[in-house]
Nanobody, 117 residues
Framework: QVQLVESGGGLVQAGGSLRLSCAAS????????MGWYRQAPGKQRELVAA???????NYADSVKGRFTISRDNAKNTVYLQMNNLKPEDTADYYC???????????WGQGTQVTVSS
């Protein structure tokens, strides 16, 4: 089992920045890809960014150039640096991690990000 705990959400004005953190615990040896998803009210959950254990990254087109995902394997933590935030970035942000032995997906409880115009 893997437990994921997010932190760092909040309220920010458009153009501002936030940094989300996701700390993993438990069977961390099994973790492969880690990522951030978001879900806005009335919309489906969507991928924001993902990072492999080797550091390869993938971003949604809507956040490229503004968001940066990073990973500290020694601290078992993944980060999402969000710059130049827009009102359309308002959503609940969820961290996830996959078990690279079983392909099971673990989810955190989510952290709310609100961007005011």
């Amino acid at each position: 089992q893997v437990q994921l705990v997010e932190s760092g959400g909040g309220l920010v004005q458009a153009g501002g920045s936030l940094r989300l953190s996701c700390a993993a615990s438990g069977s961390i040896f099994s973790i492969g890809v880690m990522g951030w998803y978001r879900q806005a009210p009335g919309k489906q959950r969507e991928l924001v960014a993902a990072i492999t254990s080797g550091g390869s990254t993938n971003y949604a087109d809507s956040v490229k150039g503004r968001f940066t995902i990073s990973r500290d394997n020694a601290k078992n933590t993944v980060y999402l640096q969000m710059n130049n935030l827009k009102p359309e970035d308002t959503a609940d942000y969820y961290c996830n991690a996959d078990n690279h032995y079983t392909n099971y997906i673990y989810w955190g409880q989510g952290t709310q990000v609100t961007v005011s115009s």
